[in-house]
């Protein structure tokens, strides 16, 4: 199985600042990264796929990089709407799909 | 619109046996392979099972393997989730979703609002 571990568990920004994330997998999952953001109570939102790809409707400054084992999630210009729960997930390797534990974006 | 919207969750007892479902709307049901992710309270993603689009495959996470049963009706567009001998840490929010494209390993691009399940005594 491969293991997803993010980094930081929580990251402390204000509104407008550059937010940048880290995922890590155990093993190269190539391009085959995802994240996703998580707002309380509410179900996940597919942002980028095959590591670097917005999905349809995304904001621009929303954009992703890496490939193998090391993936960023950069968020531009924060805004408030931003501040939420973010995931990578791999699927390259399964089952099982695998999901990093989460980075909390707090304000 | 597109919508996937799940139902039957509920307090159970351990031991207990519980069904899930999860009503598509506004996209070709059948054409896509369907997931259950749940999430624990307070805790992070996990996925749970995996059907394809024309049933011909399953799988399932190694946690619950032998007790649940994932299925789906594509003339009813409903997708299901058969859980028995819960224990307590199967209460968690469960979530159906879709595969973004019909691929061996895909993100998923559709939720549900979910549904949450309690197993207690």
């Known amino acids: 199985e491969i293991v997803m571990t993010q980094s930081p568990a929580t990251l402390s920004v204000s509104p407008g600042d550059r937010a940048t994330l880290s995922c890590r997998a155990s093993?190269?999952?190539?391009?085959?990264l995802a994240w996703y953001q998580q707002k309380p109570g509410q179900a996940p939102r597919l942002l980028i796929y095959?590591?670097?790809v917005r999905a349809t409707g995304i904001p621009a400054r929303f954009s992703g990089s890496g490939s193998g084992t090391e993936f960023t999630l950069t968020i531009s210009s924060l805004q408030s709407e931003d501040f939420a729960f973010y995931y990578c997930q791999q699927y390259s390797y399964w089952p099982p799909y695998t999901f990093g534990q989460g980075t909390k974006l707090d304000i | 619109q597109l919508k996937l919207v799940e139902s039957g969750g509920g307090v159970v007892q351990p031991g207990g046996s519980l069904r899930l479902s999860c009503a598509a709307s506004?996209?070709?049901?059948?054409?896509?392979?369907m997931q259950w992710v749940r999430q624990a309270p307070g805790r992070g993603l996990e996925w749970v099972a995996f059907i394809r689009y024309d049933k011909s495959s399953e799988f399932y996470a190694d946690s619950v393997k032998g007790r649940f049963t994932i299925f789906r009706d594509n003339s009813r567009k409903t997708l299901s989730l058969q859980m028995n001998s819960l224990t307590p840490e199967d209460t968690a929010v469960y979530f159906c979703a879709r595969d973004f494209i019909s691929a061996a390993g895909t993100p998923f691009d559709l939720w549900g609002p979910g549904t949450l399940v309690t197993v207690s005594s």
């Open positions: 093993e190269s999952v190539n391009n085959n």
């Open positions: 095959a590591a670097s």
């Open positions: 506004g996209f070709p049901f059948s054409t896509f392979g």
